[in-house]
């Protein structure tokens, strides 16, 4: 009877104790990844000039890291034979497969936003609706911070399965634009001097890249009424909406004191486009 069932019994390539070793190295791994992300964190925002180079590589580390970890753990704690350990990724692998189909896409997905890098951490994104900063591309999800401060994870197969609008690709500045709504009687030469020097006297401005002043005509429930876009670049992604906010504070303020416009126009051009 001992017999028959030691017979059924399937042998157990490692013991307890590689178990147990095997348990305490990936615990260990999991913290030292934890704790060497926020060190290089806080080191990226220590280190101005080197910020997005730096949050770059984190992804890239978490990779390598987990990667020797499960070969450490599978290799040389548990000390499984090659024909045994292709076996089990074989079997495991069609067992996940089906079980977890959508994390499988993810995962893969996560490698291919890797090696294709349509965008990089620190990175200014839309995807899924969601407009923010890029902190984290995982094997999972890619997080983005929107300007409200909310944290958002969306799915890597999502994410390569639609459009990605990425405003800086790579670089720290980024173009930011402010839009304005005149009347039509507006001096126009007056008024692109104002929103140029706006721009160019702004502490958060890249004067390396050129600032641009654009007016068109549109009309709104049968009333002309001039729409300035006023593009100018930020130094740093992370001055975007400051930069934004001060650049239009700056315009308005100008345009009332120089009498190039009265607040009842400026009501009235809000009034007809709100209709």
């Given at each position: 009877?001992?017999?028959?069932?030691?017979?059924?019994?399937?042998?157990?390539?490692?013991?307890?104790?590689?178990?147990?070793?095997?348990?305490?190295?990936?615990?260990?791994?999991?913290?030292?990844?934890?704790?060497?992300?926020?060190?290089?964190?806080?080191?990226?925002?220590?280190?101005?000039?080197?910020?997005?180079?730096?949050?770059?590589?984190?992804?890239?580390?978490?990779?390598?890291?987990?990667?020797?970890?499960?070969?450490?753990?599978?290799?040389?704690?548990?000390?499984?034979?090659?024909?045994?350990?292709?076996?089990?990724?074989?079997?495991?692998?069609?067992?996940?497969?089906?079980?977890?189909?959508?994390?499988?896409?993810?995962i893969f997905g996560g490698l291919m936003l890797l090696l294709d890098r349509?965008?990089?951490?620190?990175?200014?994104?839309?995807?899924?609706?969601?407009?923010?900063?890029?902190?984290?591309?995982?094997?999972?999800?890619?997080?983005?911070?929107?300007?409200?401060?909310?944290?958002?994870?969306?799915?890597?197969?999502?994410?390569?399965?639609?459009?990605?609008?990425?405003?800086?690709?790579?670089?720290?500045?980024?173009?930011?634009?402010?839009?304005?709504?005149?009347?039509?009687?507006?001096?126009?030469?007056?008024?692109?001097?104002?929103?140029?020097?706006?721009?160019?006297?702004?502490?958060?401005?890249?004067?390396?890249?050129?600032?641009?002043?654009?007016?068109?005509?549109?009309?709104?429930?049968?009333?002309?009424?001039?729409?300035?876009?006023?593009?100018?670049?930020?130094?740093?992604?992370?001055?975007?909406?400051?930069?934004?906010?001060?650049?239009?504070?700056?315009?308005?303020?100008?345009?009332?004191?120089?009498?190039?416009?009265?607040?009842?126009?400026?009501?009235?051009?809000?009034?007809?486009?709100?209709?």
């Amino acid at each position: 009877m001992i017999e028959s069932i030691k017979e059924h019994t399937p042998d157990i390539p490692f013991s307890v104790g590689q178990f147990f070793w095997a348990v305490i190295f990936f615990i260990s791994a999991l913290l030292i990844i934890k704790y060497l992300t926020q060190f290089l964190e806080a080191l990226a925002e220590r280190w101005t000039n080197l910020r997005l180079t730096v949050k770059r590589l984190i992804p890239v580390i978490r990779i390598i890291t987990w990667t020797m970890t499960f070969y450490v753990i599978l290799v040389n704690i548990l000390t499984l034979q090659m024909q045994t350990l292709i076996a089990f990724t074989a079997s495991a692998g069609i067992a996940i497969g089906f079980a977890a189909q959508d994390i499988l896409k993810n995962i893969f997905g996560g490698l291919m936003l890797l090696l294709d890098r349509p965008f990089q951490v620190g990175d200014k994104i839309e995807a899924g609706g969601h407009y923010g900063e890029v902190v984290q591309i995982g094997l999972r999800t890619v997080r983005i911070v929107t300007p409200d401060d909310n944290l958002v994870s969306i799915p890597n197969g999502e994410v390569m399965n639609q459009a990605v609008s990425n405003a800086n690709a790579g670089e720290p500045n980024c173009q930011v634009v402010a839009e304005f709504y005149l009347p039509p009687e507006i001096d126009i030469p007056r008024l692109k001097k104002i929103a140029y020097r706006a721009a160019a006297v702004s502490r958060y401005v890249y004067l390396n890249k050129p600032i641009a002043v654009i007016i068109k005509n549109e009309v709104h429930e049968a009333r002309s009424m001039l729409k300035m876009r006023l593009k100018a670049y930020v130094l740093d992604i992370r001055y975007e909406f400051p930069f934004a906010s001060e650049m239009t504070e700056t315009v308005i303020q100008e345009l009332l004191q120089q009498r190039l416009v009265t607040p009842d126009q400026m009501a009235a051009v809000v009034e007809a486009k709100q209709k």
